[in-house]
Nanobody, 126 residues
Framework: QVHLVESGGGLVQAGGSLRLSCAAS????????MGWFRQAPGKEREFVAT???????????DAVKGRFTISRDNAKNMENTVYLQMNSLKPEDTAVYYC????????????????WGQGTQVTVSS
């Protein structure tokens, strides 16, 4: 079993930055792809970014490309952390952000996630 815990959300003004973290524990996820998704009120959960098991080949949704950066730290044996650096935030980035882990090269669709965290709220004020 994999346990994912997100942190780092909060309230920020438009143009500001936040760094989200997702700590994975339990079964090792060093060979899992990791991804970030978000869900705004009344909307479906949408893909934000994904990274493969080695930390390479990051892939982003068009809406966040050039502003968000995904990275991961596999240094700890049974605990891995994936990050989402969010810069130049916009009000439309407001959502609950979730991380996901999947035993596949990437996780780009909600159905592809094998494990999910509980989410962290990001609110961007105009």
């Amino acid at each position: 079993q994999v346990h994912l815990v997100e942190s780092g959300g909060g309230l920020v003004q438009a143009g500001g930055s936040l760094r989200l973290s997702c700590a994975a524990s339990g079964r090792t996820v060093s060979n899992y792809a990791m991804g970030w998704f978000r869900q705004a009120p009344g909307k479906e959960r949408e893909f934000v970014a994904t990274i493969n098991w080695s930390g390479g080949s990051p892939y982003y949704a068009d809406a966040v490309k050039g502003r968000f950066t995904i990275s991961r730290d596999n240094a700890k044996n049974m605990e891995n952390t994936v990050y989402l650096q969010m810069n130049s935030l916009k009000p439309e980035d407001t959502a609950v952000y979730y991380c996901a882990a999947a035993q596949r090269p990437w996780v780009r669709r909600p159905l592809e996630g094998d494990y999910w965290g509980q989410g962290t709220q990001v609110t961007v004020s105009s």
